[in-house]
C-alpha cells in the first residue's frame, strides 16, 4: 500500500564508514517496503569535507571559490554512489544524483550559494518507476552550469528544499544524536533532548551555533511550514519535531545554552569620533560579502574611541586586511585580531515575557571568573563573548544555572 513520500537526510557521521553506510541502506530499504516513496540526502563520509578544505588550504591559503566548490562537491558524489550502491545489494533499485542532476539550481555566490530553483521533474520520474532517488546534499548549479555549495551543513538545506518542493509528508534529518539537546551533549552530559521545539527557536540554536541543524535550512522550513524530525540513525527513538508551534504546560523561560567557537573578534583603535566612519568601515567588509555579527563601539574620550567587532574565522584573513587599509585611509590606529574567543548563548521564546535572564547570565560568568568582552542580545536569546578557555565551563554553569536538566 502506497503511504506517501518521505525525504531523509543522513549526515556525514551517519555514512562515515562502509558498516554505517550498510546501516543506512537498511533503514531506507525498511521505509520503502513498508509502502513509502523516499527521497534520500546524503552527506560527505565522515569528515571528508573538513580534509577536503584542509587540502585545498595546502595548495593556497585564499582557495578561488569557485574551484573550492568543484573540489567539495566531490565528498558528497562518494557517499550518494556507495549508498545506491548498498541499497541495490539488498534487492531494491535506486539511483543516484548530484545535486545539479537533482534539478538544484542556485545563485553564483559560490561556497554560500542560494537555491533559486528546484525542478523535480527527473527526481519524480525515477520515484514513478519505484525506484529509491538519493541526492547529493549540500550542492546545486548555476543556470550557467557550474557546480555550487550551500554553506557547511548545507545537506541539512539541500532535504528541507527538496521536503518543500516535493510535498513530501516528512523531512527525517539523521544524525548522530538522538534529537536537539537542551545544550551540546558532547559538552554537558546532563543536557536533555527536547521532545518539541519551534521554528524561531531551533534558527536562534542553530544561528548561534548549535551545529546539529543549518541555520539556513530552519528559515527555510519556517517560511514554508515543513516539520522536521532530527533523529538518530543508530536508534529508533524519537527524536525531536521541529514545528511552527509547541504547546507547553508551563511556560520555559530558556531552552537551551550554545557554543560558538567559529568567531573572531577584530577591534580597531583610535577610531576618530566623526559621522560616516563606521558607515566606511562596514561598507567595505559587506562588500567583499563579509557578514559581520557582534559590533561594539566604546564610549569616546579625547574624540577617538575602539570600535570591535566579531565576524567568521572563514572570513577573518580578508576582514584583516581590509580593515587594516580603511583604518589607514580614515586615520584609525591599529587593528587587532583576537581568535581565542567564544560566544556562549541562553535561547528562549520565554524571554520576551521574562526579566532577570541577562543578569542570571551575567551573575554566573561573573561566579565563574570569566570576563564579558562583548554582549549581544535578541528576542529570545543573549550572548556573551568570552575568552575561550572558559567555554565549556560556562556552558556547564548557564545550563545548571537555568534547570535545563531537569
Ligand atoms: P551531521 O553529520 O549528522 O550533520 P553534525 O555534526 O552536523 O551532524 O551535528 C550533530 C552534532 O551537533 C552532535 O554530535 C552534537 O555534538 C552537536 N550539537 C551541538 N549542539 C547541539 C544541541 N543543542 N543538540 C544536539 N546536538 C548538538
Ligand atoms: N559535507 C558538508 C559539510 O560538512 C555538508 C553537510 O554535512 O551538511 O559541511
Ligand atoms: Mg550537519
Redesign the pocket.
Known sequence: MKKGLIVQKF??SSVANVERIKNVAKRVAGYKKSGYDLVVVV??LGD???ELIELAHKVILEPPEREMDML?ST??QISVSLLAMAIYKLGFEAVSFTGAQGGIITDTSHTKARIIEINTDKIKKELRKGRIVIVA??QGATLNQDITTLG?????LTAVALAKELRADECQIYTDVDGIYTADPRIEPKAKKIDFITYDEMLEMASLGAQVM?ARSIEVAKKFNVPIHVRSSFSRLCGTMILKEVKRMEEVVVSGVTLNKNEAKITVCNVPDRPGVAARIFKDLSGSGINVDMIVQNVSHLRQTDISFTVSKADVLRAIKLTRSVAKSIGAGEVLEDQDIVRVSVVGVGMKSHHGVAAAMFGVLAKNKTNIEMISTSDISISCIIQRKFAESAVRALHEKFKLAK
Open positions: 549526515g556525514g552527506s560527505a571528508t569535507t573538513d567539495l565528498g558528497e546534499g549540500f557547511r551543513g548545507g545537506s541539512d543549518q
